[in-house]
């Protein structure tokens, strides 16, 4: 199979954003964040609120029902970095919501499957059906906290 120039960029460009880094930037490393159970039982919650998704079982099983946030991110991607706790404290506020965080290099699949195309960018899904997505962020804590209610009021 011949890979032509423009098609060699497209993939360049998708591997790009998806991985949220510029050729000589090094990912780094997220910092481990201990578990605790969560209110209504089987799965986990992290201390900040949030569930970091560890197979695309627990994905499938929490994205199901309810009132979901779904945050791809990657490892390496400044943006993300900066979201990131922003994600955390509006878990912590917005309780009757459950905040996924999807690692979009180590789940690809799942990743493909919503058609995300550069990170961070998040879905609000209820009971299993998406009602918004947002691809970026610039916004505040606040901006997060309000876009979430709207979708999902108290």
Known sequence: M????????????LSISL????????PQQENETPQVPQERGAATRSISGSVHVSSEAEFQTLSAKGNVVIDFY???????????????AVAREVPHVTFLKVDA???RGI??????RSVPTMFFLKDGQQV?????????????KDAVLKYFPA
């Open 2 to 13: 011949k890979i032509t120039g423009k098609c060699l960029s497209v993939l360049i460009l």
């Open 19 to 26: 991985t949220g880094c510029s050729a000589n930037q090094e």
């Open 74 to 88: 990657s490892p390496g991607c400044g943006p993300c970095k900066r979201l990131s706790p922003m994600v955390d």
């Open 105 to 107: 290099q180590q789940f």
């Open 111 to 116: 990743a493909n499957a919503y058609a995300v």
């Open 132 to 144: 918004n997505f947002i691809n970026g962020w610039g916004g505040s804590e606040q901006d997060l």
